[in-house]
Nanobody
Framework: QVQLVESGGGLVQAGESLRLSCTAS??????HAWGWHRQAPGKKRELV?????????KYLDSVKGRFTISRDDVRHIFYLQMNSLQAEDTAVYYC???????????WGKGTQVTVSG
């Protein structure tokens, strides 16, 4: 079991930045994939950024060059740095990890990001 808690969401103006954090606890030794997803009202949840222990990193096309995923393995926290935010980035952001084999997926409860202007 892994528990995930997001933080760092909020209300910002277009062009500003936010950094989201996801703190993992529990069976963190067997995490092999980390990701940030988002869901805007009336839309499907989509992968924003993610990577695996194999080194495969992916970004949603619309956030490439603006968002960066990173992690602190010592403190079991991973981050989503979001720069040059746009109104279209407004959504609830969820962190997600893949654990073990066959893989189990765990999700945080989400944090709201609202970009005005």
């Amino acid at each position: 079991q892994v528990q995930l808690v997001e933080s760092g969401g909020g209300l910002v103006q277009a062009g500003e930045s936010l950094r989201l954090s996801c703190t993992a606890s529990g069976d963190t030794r067997n995490i092999h994939a980390w990701g940030w997803h988002r869901q805007a009202p009336g839309k499907k949840r989509e992968l924003v950024a993610g990577y695996t222990t194999g080194g495969d990193t992916k970004y949603l096309d619309s956030v490439k060059g603006r968002f960066t995923i990173s992690r602190d393995d010592v403190r079991h926290i991973f981050y989503l740095q979001m720069n040059s935010l746009q109104a279209e980035d407004t959504a609830v952001y969820y962190c997600n990890v893949g654990v073990g084999w066959p893989p189990s997926s765990y999700w945080g409860k989400g944090t709201q990001v609202t970009v005005s202007g």
